[in-house]
């Protein structure tokens, strides 16, 4: 995997990964521009000191002293109660983390196939059915989508089943019918604003 800018990873020919932003980007000149954006910019100024590559697909995060497996996995740390509690000093990240089981989603994993004929699929991000297979890439490609991707995204983590957690509420979601009921709620919402 090469490194075209700073925290920006090329997974392929036209697809593009954010470590910090948590984001799917498609197309060199998308990258580009996301690299340019407020959004990065913040977001460096926000995490960028704290965070170094070692190698080897790991991470270290110098103000929580720990690696990170796995770029995507970065973003989700961040989010997370242990560097949030270690950024404003609260003790929140001696709290035990039921997030162990789950892991980082990508932007695919958010389309959940709900027939057992593979016609009906369903974007818990979103809220949106999709009605067949070959109008999925379109939708993952959509400015709606991408932007759900990068607000919500990086907080819902996956076990591979129905279950889900949110690592920003620290809070249990028992099927994908109920994440963008909890990513839209009040707790969720009320959160977000405090990080912000």
């Not at 990170?68 to 989010?79: D, E, K, L, T």
């Not at 109660?81 to 270690?86: D, F, I």
């Not at 035990?96 to 369903?122: G, H, P, T």
Request: hydrophobic letters at 25%; a negative charge.
């Amino acid at each position: 995997m090469e490194t075209n800018w700073k925290f920006i990873l090329q997974e392929s020919e036209t697809h593009y990964y954010c470590v910090i932003c948590g984001c799917e980007i498609s197309g060199s000149r998308n990258a580009e521009g996301h690299f340019r954006g407020r959004y990065h910019a913040d977001a460096i100024e926000e995490y960028g000191d704290d965070i170094s590559y070692s190698g080897d697909n790991q991470y270290y995060c110098q103000l929580c002293d720990c690696y990170i497996s796995g770029y995507q996995n970065v973003r989700v740390h961040f989010r997370g109660k242990q560097h949030q509690g270690c950024l404003y000093g609260s003790d929140t990240e001696s709290s035990e983390d039921d997030s162990e089981d789950y892991v980082a989603l990508s932007s695919r994993d958010f389309i959940i196939d709900y027939s057992d004929n593979s016609y009906m699929f369903y974007c818990c991000l979103c809220n949106i059915n999709i009605t067949n297979m070959w109008h999925i890439p379109s939708h993952l490609g959509c400015q709606n989508h991408k932007i759900a991707v990068t607000i919500y995204g990086s907080d819902i983590l996956g076990n591979g089943s129905t279950w889900y957690y949110c690592r920003l509420c620290d809070c249990s979601i028992n099927s994908y019918k109920n994440v963008y009921e909890h990513i839209t709620g009040r707790r969720h919402d009320n959160f977000l604003d405090e990080l912000e």
